[in-house]
């Protein structure tokens, strides 16, 4: 069975930083490309990023471009999501997701596996 699991969420201060993480059980992740989504109350699921299985490469969603960074670790089957310059709009459940896809993008239709979420909340 697979399971993704997302942690490091919680309460942070507008400015302050942030590491999600998503661990894998059930399927090897170096043969998975991950996302990132998020979803705040009462808005669409947004795309945050992913990174690719194949060559480590990334993209990210125009809201969070350079202030979010993905990355990955094959040996500990699992995913991160570093966030830092938190705003108050970055407010949102975040999950992770896995996509059999080189370069899935941001379709959440291209991605198979999702974890149930973490929450992120940014304080003024």
């Known amino acids: 069975q697979v399971q993704l699991e997302e942690s490091g969420g919680g309460l942070v201060q507008a400015g302050g930083s942030l590491r999600l993480s998503c661990v894998a059980s059930?399927?090897?992740?170096?043969?998975?490309?991950m996302g990132w989504f998020r979803q705040a109350p009462g808005k669409e699921r947004e795309f945050v990023g992913f990174?690719?299985?194949?060559?480590?490469?990334?993209d990210y969603g125009d809201s969070v471009k350079g202030r979010l960074t993905i990355s990955r670790d094959n040996a500990r089957n699992t995913a991160y999501l570093q966030m830092s310059s938190l705003e108050l709009e970055d407010t949102a459940v975040y999950f992770c997701?896995?996509?059999?896809?080189?370069?899935?993008?941001?379709?959440?239709?291209?991605?198979?596996?999702w974890g149930q979420g973490t929450q992120v909340t940014v304080s003024s």
């Open positions: 997701a896995a996509s059999p896809y080189d370069v899935p993008g941001g379709l959440p239709d291209n991605y198979i596996y």
């Open positions: 059930g399927l090897t992740l170096s043969q998975y490309s």
């Open positions: 990174i690719s299985w194949t060559r480590d490469a990334t």
